[in-house]
């Protein structure tokens, strides 16, 4: 209670009481109200909590002692979700003597209320997946009758962030008594494990990213420390934005601004006459993305269109009501007035006049092009050095053009993927999707197509999207230019390339002549080095992603020139919807019943999960493992942990190893392992050693409960570049499949072996050597996830020497007992003279108020780097071997 008043006077009465708290502390403990998990990272915590019941037992304690104390809700999504089966509307076909055929067929689509081939396309496919994944799954409903406070959202409904936005954020919670008698009430608070938790924060709903473990720390009641910052920014919105801008145009505009403003380690509140002008999915995808630039908070006050949200999403109005009286009596609800009496540390403003329509590219999500600049901006790419923005092309290859058929071409620029695969596409984000379903339907009519070499996608981030879509009438349209739904989440968002690269013949065509093709795409995070064939991608809105996609091709400026004919010339001017049009679509079709069928969907489940069969909690009060299992297993966390603290307060890590030598912008998509199980690496060896085949094999998704598999995978990454190994990958030609990628592979120092790096360490456990990574700038930069540091930690690396850390990485490392080491300013791995191949010994006091780790090497080089070890807690974690270890030993005293 104590910590959910402070946080809300910390917001809206900071200028009485944050002075003396950020005098006082360095961090804040943090109590939320709810945790959510998605099940890629759900499943490692559900797998945990099972082996800390396993551990309980083996240390004589009651397992029902291991209970979550809050509120935790895990959400079942399928984002790597297979397309065993495919949906075919059903058409009309002539063969060669003019005979008219129908195809058969004639099952009545859910969807799309037509009649089609594998009508229940979506559900059998999901029905193999239920197949594929049943272990997964019931462990997981095994869980939500084992532990109390915890609930699970059965899957095949929506993805995780949607149904965070449109169901499971309360904006206020009410404590009840045993006679239901509502006792107190506060404003929700949320912590999450998937990276859109803090869209939440787009309206009102103060939401903070964790990873896993931290996740199961605050299920135990324990609290979260929240890092205060020095520096509060107000950031002021004026002024009107332009009609062709889009919901993207105007967040990447106003990110690019607040990108020169600077948000490393600051908190900003957005406020101002033109929020009016930003929808709720505006907010919190500006929210979102401003703690992506690493902001430690950003925040959007409560306001009536915060409330007209809860409305929207079938809360009840006589709640509505109430909600806003109680805001208001709280100095929550946000105003004119209210925002003059607060005291920012700087205040920004920033013009919504100057938004104009552009793309992110074609390498990174900070190099925003606009429309008008992409034709030239493109053309420079294509023969620019090496980099963030160069191809480094020869001239005598610029003009290279592969005709495929009469009429159409691929070169340069072409666009050979278009994917609607924003994952906050929902509800949420109506505005977006209808506008490109208008826009579709526009161009229909005007006799306009998409290019037979672009491959498409439609994944909404909502089942709903579908209903509104079908029901504006502007479905059809989309499917006529290919956007068939094809899922719902974000298909392009972890290295789904198998399943969702280039078309199979323009995939060899690019190949073959060594093409800069384009990929568009709507997703809220770039994706540039998640396909081999794919060499430059570009972030932009749906409709965008539309309209280049009729146009084909990039090098051309949309503002200006004509994308097609029809006894006229026709622009992207003459097909653009109205903002009235749209505004009206949505008021019309975004209803109510909508968020009741939804509603009503969670609380009933589907079939599949109803009938799932689960061990009896009263026999099982531990989970019952299966021996021979290669997806669920019981992971070694636990296996030597005492009731007692045995750890030492001087941190010795003698005679370490280095296994990678890595550079800079080293992301948390290079090290925890995503994607398709590639037959050649160390994962598929095991899988196959266990009898799996290779059609078997799954992803490492699917596989996040084996330990085995997910060590196997780890820093397992065809873009990673280890300087202790002489390859090196070429930015431009994908790596060969038929032998291991150099990212697999490092050196085994004491005979000078290239192997896999699993196999490398494994050599080094066998002789007890722990071992270390050298790094540059920015390590674990990226969205967190639970394995960036589990797999390294069952790798047997127990340091990070690196030049500078993403906070929320360096907070995982520490729950995993990593050490997270920084150079001094000066010193990197270069100007000290380090290979690699020296042997390092480490000696840390945790308790050394100048935080210093001593190094000395077995050449006598020695030198000191910085623990950043930061806050007492932290300090905690590491004398008990991880915040794993401190949790499970606090639960049991």
């Known amino acids: 209670m104590m910590y959910h008043n402070l946080i809300h006077n910390y917001f809206y009465n900071y200028h009485i009481v944050f002075e003396f708290y950020l005098n006082q502390l360095s961090e804040l403990p943090f109590l939320p109200s709810q945790v959510i998990m998605h099940d890629f990272s759900g499943l490692p915590a559900i797998i945990d909590l099972a082996a800390m019941r396993d551990a309980a037992v083996r240390l004589g304690v009651d397992p029902h002692l291991i209970q979550p104390k809050i509120s935790t809700t895990l959400l079942l999504d399928y984002y790597n979700i297979e397309a065993d089966v495919a949906r075919k509307i059903v058409r009309k076909t002539t063969d060669t003597n003019n005979i008219t055929n129908l195809e058969c067929g004639y099952e009545l689509c859910p969807f799309h209320q037509e009649k089609t081939i594998c009508a229940n396309a979506i559900e059998r496919n999901q029905q193999l997946e239920f197949e594929r994944n049943i272990e997964k799954l019931q462990i997981m409903k095994w869980s939500a009758r084992a532990f109390n406070r915890l609930s699970i959202v059965p899957p095949g409904i929506s993805v995780c962030q949607q149904i965070n936005l449109e169901y499971i954020s309360k904006l206020i919670i009410l404590e009840k008594d045993n006679d239901e008698q509502i006792t107190f009430v506060y404003p929700d608070t949320i912590i999450g494990t998937d990276t859109h938790t803090t869209l939440s924060n787009g309206f009102g709903v103060l939401s903070y990213n964790l990873g896993t473990i931290e996740a199961e720390a605050a299920m135990f009641g324990q609290p979260i420390h929240i890092r205060l910052a020095s520096v509060i920014i107000g950031c002021r919105l004026i002024g009107q934005p332009h009609f062709m801008s889009t919901s993207t145009d105007l967040i990447s505009a106003l990110m690019k601004y607040l990108r020169v403003v600077g948000l490393d380690n600051k908190y900003i509140e957005f406020f101002g006459s033109s929020l009016n002008y930003l929808t709720i999915a505006d907010r919190s995808s500006i929210a979102h993305l401003c703690v992506e630039q690493g902001a430690l908070l950003a925040y959007f006050p409560l306001d009536d269109l915060c409330l007209k949200h809860f409305s929207r999403t079938g809360r009840d109005t006589s709640f509505i009501d109430k ?13 004119d007035v209210q925002h003059q009496n607060i005291v920012y540390t700087n205040v920004y403003e920033f013009d919504l006049c100057t938004v104009i329509p552009n793309c992110s590219g074609p390498k990174r999500a900070q190099d925003k092009v606009s429309l008008c600049s992409m034709k030239s901006d493109f053309q420079e790419c294509l023969t620019a050095p090496p980099g963030f923005k160069g191809y480094n092309l020869p001239t005598d290859q610029l003009d290279c053009s592969i005709p495929i058929s009469s009429n159409e071409i691929v070169k340069h620029g072409s666009v050979t993927l278009a994917a609607i695969t924003s994952s906050t596409n ?72 198998e399943m969702n690269g280039l078309k199979s013949d323009i995939k060899q065509i690019v190949n073959e002549n060594n093409l800069i093709t384009i990929g568009m795409i709507s997703g809220t995070r770039q994706t540039q080095q998640r396909h081999s064939f794919i060499k430059a991608n570009y972030i932009t809105s749906p409709a965008l992603v539309l309209a280049y996609a009729l146009a084909g091709n990039v090098l051309i400026d949309l503002e200006q020139e004509t994308i097609g004919f029809d006894n006229k010339k026709i622009s992207i001017k003459d097909i653009w919807p109205s903002r009235q049009i749209i505004e009206e679509i949505e008021d019309e079709i975004i209803i109510k019943k909508i968020f009741h069928q939804i509603n009503e969907k969670i609380q009933i489940g589907n079939p599949q999960w109803n009938s799932l069969k689960i061990p009896s909690i009263n026999t099982y009060p531990q989970y019952p493992w299966a021996e021979y299992s290669t997806y669920i297993t019981r992971p070694p966390f636990f296996d030597t942990i005492t009731k007692q603290n045995p750890v030492s307060k001087t941190i010795c890590i003698e005679n370490a190893r280095v296994l990678l030598y890595l550079g800079d912008d080293v992301s948390t998509d290079h090290i925890s392992p995503a994607g398709s199980i590639s037959r050649t690496c160390p994962a598929a060896k095991y899988l196959t050693q266990k009898g799996i085949t290779p059609r078997d094999y799954n992803s490492f998704g699917s596989r996040r409960g084996n330990d085995a598999v997910m060590v196997r995978g780890t820093y397992n990454h065809v873009r990673l570049n280890n300087k202790l190994v002489s390859k090196r990958i070429s930015s431009l030609l994908p790596s060969s499949s038929s032998s291991p990628s150099p990212a697999t592979t490092t050196l085994y120092l004491p005979t000078n072996t290239e192997m896999d790096i699993f196999d490398v360490s494994e050599h080094y456990r066998t002789t007890k050597t722990p071992l270390i990574v050298l790094a540059g700038k920015n390590y674990g930069c990226g969205p967190t996830r639970d394995w960036v540091a589990k797999g390294p930690w069952m790798l047997g690396i127990r340091a990070i020497l690196a030049e500078s850390f993403e906070p929320q990485h360096r907070s995982n490392l520490i729950g995993m007992s990593i050490l997270p080491l920084q150079f001094k300013d000066g010193d990197t791995c270069t100007s000290l003279n380090l290979t690699g191949k020296e042997i390092y010994s480490i000696e840390y006091n945790i308790y050394d108020n100048e935080k210093l780790a001593f190094i000395k090497l077995d050449n006598g080089k020695t030198f000191s780097m910085i623990a950043r070890v930061d806050t007492e807690i932290e300090r905690l974690y590491m004398l008990h071997g991880g915040l794993l270890p401190y949790v499970l030993r606090q639960a049991l005293t």
């Open 323 to 335: 909600m806003r009286n109680y805001l208001i009596a709280a100095k929550l609800f946000s105003d």
């Open 426 to 497: 929902g509800i949420s984000h109506a505005t977006s999707l209808l506008t490109t379903g208008l826009l579709a339907k526009n161009a229909l009519d005007y006799g306009l197509r998409v290019p037979s070499f672009t491959q498409t996608y439609l994944s909404p981030g909502s089942g709903v999207v579908t209903t509104y879509l079908r029901e504006s009438g502007i479905l059809k349209s989309l499917e006529r230019l290919g956007f068939h739904i094809t899922g719902y989440g974000c298909k392009e968002c972890i290295q789904n390339e």
